[in-house]
């Protein structure tokens, strides 16, 4: 769902980033507040700045060049009032109006140059965002993909896919465009004080008292506000979720007669998504017309002690052009704090999600301590000695494993669910490192060989197959990107899964969708036998491969992974008798321990652990 | 009228909020005209000689013998207009949030309710993922629409009219002159917005081909590292993240173009405006103040014409929201008209010549199904994939009608029974559950909510979950899915199963879903039940020979017919399909028991 919502807002904030009438203004139109969720608050604000200005650093003779295009705009901008004091003082209150239009021509071209300005600066600063944003997501993706599995394990792939997506979106927005609202206010700001002073200090000084207020309640405001939006984005996320999750298992709904069992959970839901956005609007909605009243509070103050200082003290102390200068000053004085106030928080959001991206970048990476021996093709001969493994300190999963496989051996690993048996294989690819022993393949550690080569030659078929969105002709041809289209049809009928595939309307064109969910379990796993004996493995791991498939498919596929098996040392994770069977070495794991091991007779004689299961699961 | 009662028919109710707002709007955008004529009044009229231009009822507020005391009263009357604007301003949206969140909230509740109620079907023809945004993001378009973009195309209009009324008061020559780039303006802008779509949904298209491959480098991670694949991944983004970014450029590029083209109109428009106006204040047709207000109310309604050309060419996309919300509700509910008969069940169940077939395809999936099994019996159903099987039992639970023959239970037709009650009764477990992503408590618990621990705790034990339960970390406290524990295709099996025996049924029906469940386990279960749950009709469906030769009665199934139908002695005498599955599935054991006698 996630991923439709991001779509829509990138539109919006595209719309933000270059649309000039979306954004803030010191004539006045209050952009709405609305980021997307929230993460918690930034930790090391300084470094994280530091490293962005890195970013910025690149481009810095544009950004240099938009500072003093904003700059001359911005005065140019803050010259009206003081024409129109001119105006007042020279020709309205001397009855003389010949030269007033010399004004307004002159305060049309200010309109236009500072248009130009923003149109321009705001342009180039889209552009170099562009840049930057590009740069880093593809640095943090290339170490997503080099980071070890457990980072994934640690971290859950929804965070991680967040951090590329969301985060990004975050510094997308501060540096596109908040940044620059950000400068632009503070330029503004200065300005105006500058300018107000020279006209009359005594005023200026009484709107200088409203900063306080007016900064205390918009950051009050805008903290309500965003948080009564992060409670609506909450609430909207939990009832998509809901729907989402209801939508997908109405059959079950449905199969059961549970029709409205949900209705009640949603329907609340649908409630607190109702209050809070109402809430949210109601704070956003306070703002403007708060504002709105300050401004003619501050100019109805400017007005009054002006008036009384014009009446007590007169010229050249002050005039009423300088009132009326001073009071047009302060109505420009309050957008930009209104605007700095908000757009702090932004800030502070997208320093935040970038902080998390450089989080993601500084992740370890498995290749850094690659091995370096070439692999071309292995013999086969492995050798686990002493290997000691855990996921976390507490828990021992593997124990002191000790066995050995002669090149073109198929081990068969029996045991019951949990003891350790996935693991065992897990461990030999080096998708986890293991906590004490070395694993030996041709008679070199594990760790001495290029850890990509290393995998590639060795074949896997997990479980529980990750297919990709893709055509099925893709998913295959995964396993060898150089691979003919012959090569992988060829793989596809070894493995079985031609038949099914022929069949299929679009036949090798046929897409599959997200997590291959219009393939049945059984017709998943042949494709990623296909893929597996497509890349020819040297060594070949198969997970209950062939468990979910119905009894004809299994009989068909039984007989080509046994070609397959049968140049290759193998191991092999099996509930059937007639694998197990077959195998040089049967391997008993349990509670993480390799408590037997041996042929299937000399198991049998034992009249151990394996004995027992034989008898449980085969003999009745 | 149609179209409009598609666009109104969710407002009811609250309806008189909506207008509220609008009449608040209304007001306000009369107020907002107000500024420049006051303007106008201090220079014509105040310090010059010329009317005043505001209404005849303001006039008469600002009345005063001096100028001194005039200015006051303009500065008072007008600042006393703003507090009533901020007032106003603060009431609409108070008004108008409330309006859109109340109909939003309505129309999630319809919907969401209505989708529950439309048939299986229905839900196994429709893409889940579609209806989801139909109820999510469709929702949202409305929403959007109702509370922003219609007011704001109101508020615009409602200015444009107070705007030009008042330029027309003051200078009907100068009015034309002021408004005459505005039609080309909006034509501009209209025209270019519904035709830069087409560019954004490139973008968006290219946002999610990256996001896809981000996401499914993600997902797949272990499949990219096992093939070693990484760097052609990272390739893959990048070409992805390139034409993102080109794409957006070029986008950017054309809002660019647009901004700046309309920006350099709405100058020549103020140009234009500036020099007319000039040369009717030199040849004293025009108020200097007028002149001022003119170009002060120009700048109320020229700069958000854009605007409104885009909020326009946007309306479309609500009229196929609305339309893609409408289809759902066209739908008609499954249980409309159903029967009330709601029997406690026994779970005699016949099938008398039953034939089915979809309503657009002729041929039957069913045909002449005859078969009787009395209460308590356990009958295996087994055929090759695709024989109808599970057709057979959609029909038992009426989530598909049949055409021909009667299905009765305990003698009643199966038409004549509430449905829900009919599903509540009979347990079917799917080969593929679906788990909510709540705890295993909770999963278990929802097809009977009111069960307590200690039932949750034996049906997991009857379904030979128990133990792997209690060695989670949190026991039947844990999450199941991606924000929790990711359970194996056995143990969701044996959840579903679990979930089935909370509450005694007196039919079960297990769809293939021992599958991933090993052969030990699959045993221990299926005595479990044999012991504990003697009276219910257990329906077994498969293809393994093994699971179904301990039945009482096997019915065997191929291409929509009974072919055969006996014990499981009988059935491998008689030649047959049963005979070749049974040939083809026990050479193995035969292999591996020859094997064990050699050795």
């Known amino acids: 769902m996630s991923k439709i919502l991001t779509k829509r807002e990138l539109k919006a904030d595209l719309l933000k980033t270059i649309d000039p009438s979306k954004a803030p203004t010191p004539q006045g139109g209050m952009r709405r507040n609305r980021g997307p969720m929230m993460g918690p608050k930034p930790k090391n604000v300084s470094a994280t700045i530091k490293r962005l200005l890195a970013y910025l650093g690149l481009y810095k003779f544009a950004i240099l060049f938009i500072a003093l295009t904003l700059i001359v705009a911005t005065f140019l901008n803050l010259l009206i009032p003081t024409l129109f004091s001119i105006a007042l003082d020279d020709y309205f209150l001397t009855f003389d109006f010949t030269g007033v239009y010399r004004i307004v021509l002159m305060i049309l071209g200010i309109a236009l140059i500072n248009s130009l300005v923003r149109f321009t600066s705001r342009f180039t600063m889209v552009r170099i965002t562009q840049k930057i944003i590009k740069q880093i997501r593809e640095e943090a993706f290339a170490k997503l993909m080099k980071a070890p599995i457990s980072y994934y394990d640690e971290k859950g792939a929804g965070d991680l896919v967040s951090r590329i997506s969301n985060d990004i979106d975050l510094i997308n927005q501060s540096l596109g465009q908040t940044v620059l609202e950000f400068i632009n206010s503070f330029i503004i700001l200065i300005g105006v004080t500058v300018l107000m002073f020279r006209l009359n200090w005594a005023l200026s000084l009484i709107v200088l008292g409203f900063i306080p207020i007016i900064l205390l309640f918009v950051v009050y405001i805008s903290k309500k506000t965003r948080k009564g939006f992060k409670e609506q984005q909450i609430h909207l996320a939990a009832l998509n979720g809901i729907i989402e999750e209801n939508i997908s298992g109405i059959k079950v709904v449905k199969l059961y007669g549970q029709e409205g069992a949900f209705t009640e959970e949603f329907s609340e839901e649908n409630e607190k998504l109702k209050t809070a956005g109402f809430m949210a609007q109601f704070y956003a909605g306070i703002l403007w017309p708060f504002i709105l009243f300050l401004n003619n509070l501050i100019y109805l103050v400017v007005i009054a002690v002006g008036a009384f200082l014009f009446i007590s003290i007169g010229a050249p102390f002050i005039t009423i052009g300088s009132i009326a200068g001073v009071s047009q000053y302060s109505r420009q004085f309050i957008m930009p704090i209104s605007n700095l106030g908000q757009q702090f928080n932004a800030l502070m959001q997208g320093i935040a999600g970038a902080e998390r991206v450089f989080e993601l970048i500084d992740a370890p990476s498995e290749y850094d301590a690659d091995g370096e021996r070439a692999i071309d093709t292995f013999k086969g001969a492995l050798a686990f000695e002493g290997v000691h493994f855990s996921y976390s300190e507490e828990v021992k999963v593997l124990e002191d494993i000790n066995f050995t496989a002669e090149p073109g051996q198929l081990i068969a690993i029996v045991g019951p669910t949990g003891g350790g048996k996935t693991t065992t294989i897990k461990v030999l690819n080096r998708f986890y490192n293991l906590d004490a022993g070395r694993i030996l393949i041709d008679g070199h550690d594990i760790q001495t060989y290029q850890m990509d080569a290393l995998r590639k030659r060795i074949g896997i078929v997990l479980q529980d197959t990750h297919l990709f969105k893709g055509t099925v002709f893709e998913n295959i041809h995964y396993g060898d990107f150089n691979a003919t289209e012959t090569e992988v049809i060829a793989a596809a009928k070894a493995a079985g899964a031609h038949d099914f595939i022929a069949k299929l309307p679009k036949r090798y064109d046929t897409l599959v969708t997200e997590g291959g969910q219009n393939f049945s379990q059984g017709e998943r796993q042949l494709i990623s036998i296909a893929r597996t004996l497509l890349n020819n493995p040297d060594l070949l791991i198969l997970d209950e491969a062939t468990s979910n498939i119905d009894t004809r498919t299994e009989a068909k596929i039984q007989a080509s992974l046994e070609v397959l098996m049968k140049n290759r040392t193998s191991i092999v994770i099996a509930h059937r008798l007639q694998t197990i069977q077959k195998a040089d070495k049967i391997l008993v794991i349990d509670h993480g321990k390799l408590i037997e091991q041996g042929t299937h007779a000399s198991l049998l004689e034992q009249k151990g652990f394996y004995y027992d299961l034989y008898q449980a699961q085969f003999a009745a | ?599």
């Open chain 2, 1 to 599: 009228m149609k179209q409009i009662n598609r666009f109104t028919k969710w407002m009811k109710g609250s309806f008189h909020l909506y207008l509220g707002g609008l009449f608040i709007i209304f007001l306000l955008q009369y107020f907002r005209t107000l500024p420049p004529l006051f303007v106008q009044h201090i220079i014509d009229y105040v310090f010059g000689v010329e009317p005043s231009n505001l209404p005849g009822f303001m006039q008469r507020w600002l009345l005063a013998d001096t100028v001194q005391q005039q200015l006051i009263l303009v500065a008072v009357v007008s600042v006393l207009f703003t507090l009533i604007r901020v007032v106003m301003i603060f009431a609409q949206r108070v008004l108008l949030a409330k309006f859109t969140e109340q109909v939003a909230y309505g129309l999630r509740n319809t919907l969401y309710k209505h989708l529950q109620n439309l048939s299986y079907h229905y839900h196994t023809n429709a893409e889940t993922g579609d209806l989801i945004q139909r109820v999510t993001t469709d929702v949202d378009t409305y929403r959007m629409f109702v509370g922003e973009q219609f007011v704001e195309v109101a508020r615009m209009t409602f200015l444009l009219i107070f705007a030009s009324y008042q330029m027309l008061q003051m200078n009907v020559t100068m009015t034309f002159i002021s408004l005459i780039i505005a039609p080309i303006i909006f034509t501009i802008a209209f025209v270019y917005f519904m035709n830069v779509k087409r560019i954004f949904t490139e973008v968006e298209e290219a946002e999610g081909k990256m996001t896809t491959t981000l996401q499914e480098g993600v997902t797949g991670i272990r499949v990219v590292k096992a093939f070693g694949n990484e760097r052609h991944e990272i390739e893959k983004f990048r070409n992805d993240s390139e034409i993102f970014r080109n794409q957006s450029y070029r986008l950017v590029k054309l809002m660019a173009f647009f901004w700046g083209g309309t920006d350099a109109l709405i100058f020549a428009q103020y140009a234009l405006t500036a020099s007319f106006g000039i040369y009717f204040v030199v040849q004293g047709t025009l108020g200097t103040g007028q002149f001022i207000a003119f170009l002060a109310l120009l700048g109320l309604i020229v700069w958000p014409i854009r605007q409104l050309g885009r909020i326009i060419g946007d309306f479309g996309k609500t009229v196929v929201a609305l339309k893609r919300i409408d289809e759902i509700m066209d739908q008609s509910s499954e249980h409309e008209g159903d029967s009330d008969f709601a029997p406690t069940l026994q779970g005699n169940i016949t099938f008398e010549g039953v034939s089915f077939h979809f309503e657009d395809d002729p041929n039957h999936l069913l045909k002449n199904i005859s078969f009787d099994v009395k209460a308590g019996e356990t009958v295996a159903i087994i055929g090759r994939t695709g024989s109808g099987k599970s057709t057979l039992i959609s029909l038992l639970i009426r989530l598909l009608e049949h055409q021909e023959g009667r299905i009765l239970i305990d003698g009643h037709p199966i038409e004549t029974i509430n449905k829900k009650a009919l599903r509540k009764q009979i347990g079917l477990i799917l080969q593929e559950p679906f788990l909510y992503s709540k705890t295993v408590a909770e999963n278990i618990r929802i097809m009977h909510r009111e069960a307590d621990q200690q039932t949750i705790h034996s049906a997991a034990r009857l379904a030979r979950l128990h133990d792997d339960i209690v060695n989670f970390e949190e026991g039947y406290e844990t999450l199941v899915g991606e924000r929790g524990v990711t359970l194996s295709g056995g143990q969701k099996q044996r959840l579903a199963i679990a979930r089935m025996l909370l509450k005694d049924k007196p039919v079960l029906v297990f769809d293939d879903s021992l599958s991933a469940v090993d052969t030990e386990t699959d045993r221990q279960i299926r005595e479990a039940l044999s012991d504990t749950w003697r009276d219910t009709t257990v329906f077994i469906i498969t293809h393994r020979i093994t699971t179904a030769m301990e039945a009482d009665r096997i019915i065997v199934i191929d291409q929509g017919q009974v072919v055969q139908q006996g014990s499981h002695d009988e059935l491998i005498k008689a030649e047959g399909l049963y005979q070749s599955l049974w040939e083809i599935q026990s050479q193995v054991m035969d292999e591996t028991l020859k094997e064990g006698e050699d050795a």
